[in-house]
């Protein structure tokens, strides 16, 4: 797996130059403005008006945290797999720097603005957004990206890791779409006249890659279509407000290999990838097709809020044999040819339930999340005598729950525990839990 990444003196002299770009436009500018990307709540408007009069905006946040896991060497999907050795880790999770540049119209429309964030840790620089977008002004409907930004899909992979309560996005959001963002075009219907139902609803539909950023190229010719409709929060009654969205990726990936396998029921018990060199062809493409759903709940009261939410995907996945994870690259085997693909049918949910406790710097968490990677097959199919099913099959269930305590705007603690269970298969190695549980406590620094 590759990022697109900057290290050591190169990365140095990237960060002082547009320091000292920034800091030489800040003394002269007059507008600020923000347009999020990612974010807690899809109500908020397209632009921040904290201050006017600046041209550009710098924002971000660091999350130091300590982790203890339950088993020297875990593997997980909460900052990375632990050291062979270690069992408990010091880490800074995220440490991210965001540019914003600006410009609204003389009647006060937005009009233009370009975006760049990075992502800098102990493990080094990332690039995790660089785009630009533009407003038509004429009918203050329809708005234009192009870049790197996060894919529209669903509602968690859109929320910011700053405003989110558990410290990671599920399993299937980090397996399905590993960094959340992408390379590629979106258009955008968001009426900006706030009057009617429409002011509630938002459009966005756009075509990307499809690897993201865990490759550091486009490997094919085939594009993924992304589109999702949101429904802001709207009051249903007092107090109380409710959202929600649906989303559609229509994607797919160039068959390198002469054989791609597919699942078949063999009877008695036993599936099995089989090859399938008929109905695919050297350069056809092979399906990655998701469909999401999500809704919002929210109900504020005297000590906050208490807030319900639901997202559920499924659909088809194509990946390698050891891994359901969307390829970043096109892997070579030792016989020179490229590595087959596996087709595979899945689907999974978060569940997510806050609720303040005597105010609103008290909050209590809980996250119910599962992935399962091959819905076709259960627990006792994977490593069946005849079976050729491996932990890719592996369907995993991770029940989270923590205290969040917001000091103010600008520091959060975070107190979290992740239960994780597998399926208990006949697969050696998974014929009972193994133990991967993850506790953290973070500290969130934003500025």
């Known amino acids: 797996m590759q990022l697109i990444r900057a290290t050591g003196d190169y990365a140095q002299k990237i960060f002082l130059l547009l320091s000292c770009i920034l800091i030489s436009e800040l003394s002269k500018a007059q507008f600020l403005m923000d347009m999020v990307d990612t974010t807690k709540d899809l109500g908020k408007g397209v632009f921040s008006t904290y201050q006017r009069f600046n041209h550009i905006r710098i924002g971000g946040y660091i999350q130091p945290q300590y982790q203890a896991a339950s088993a020297e060497g875990a593997k997980n999907y909460s900052g990375g797999d632990f050291a062979p050795n270690s069992d408990n880790r010091f880490m800074l999770r995220r440490g991210r720097i965001r540019f914003d540049y600006g410009r609204y119209t003389p009647n006060d429309d937005p009009k233009l603005q370009v975006v760049f964030q990075f992502d800098g840790t102990e493990r080094g620089v990332f690039i995790r957004d660089f785009w630009g977008r533009f407003w038509e002004n004429k009918w203050r409907l329809f708005a234009f990206s192009t870049g790197m930004f996060a894919r529209p899909f669903g509602y968690e992979v859109n929320l910011s890791s700053s405003d989110r309560e558990a410290p990671e996005r599920g399993r299937m959001s980090q397996t399905l779409m590993r960094t959340e963002r992408d390379i590629g075009f979106m258009a955008s219907l968001e ?123 499924a659909g088809t996945q194509t990946a390698l044999e050891n891994s359901s994870e969307t390829p970043g690259t096109e892997v070579v085997l030792a016989s020179g040819l490229f590595a087959p693909n596996y087709i595979r049918k899945f689907d999974g949910a978060f569940i997510v339930l806050l609720q303040n406790i005597v105010s609103e710097k008290h909050q209590l968490g809980v996250k119910l999340d599962w992935y399962d990677p091959n819905t076709r097959v259960e627990a006792f199919h994977i490593g069946a005598p005849g079976s050729n099913l491996n932990a890719a099959d592996i369907k995993y269930t991770t029940l989270g729950f923590g205290y969040l305590f917001y000091w103010d705007e600008n520091f959060k603690l975070t107190l979290w525990f992740d239960r994780v269970w597998n399926e208990e298969t006949q697969l050696s190695g998974y014929t009972s839990d193994v133990s991967d549980n993850i506790s953290t406590a973070r500290i969130q620094y934003r500025f």
Do not use: C
């Open 191 to 313: 009426p900006r006249k706030r009057e009617g139902f429409f002011k509630y609803l938002k459009v966005d539909a756009g075509l990307f890659n499809g690897q993201g950023l865990t490759g550091p190229t486009d490997f094919d010719s085939y594009k993924d279509f992304i589109g999702q409709v949101m429904l802001r929060p709207v009051p249903i009654q007092k107090n109380l407000t409710l959202g929600g969205g649906v989303s559609i990726l229509l994607g797919g990936l160039r068959q390198s290999n002469p054989v791609t396998y597919r699942l078949e029921d063999k009877g008695g018990g036993i599936f099995q990838y089989v090859a399938d060199s008929i109905t695919t062809v050297v350069g056809s493409k092979l399906p990655r097709n998701y469909g999401g759903v999500n809704a919002q709940l929210k109900w504020r009261h005297g000590w906050g809020a208490t807030e319900l939410r639901a997202e559920y995907w």
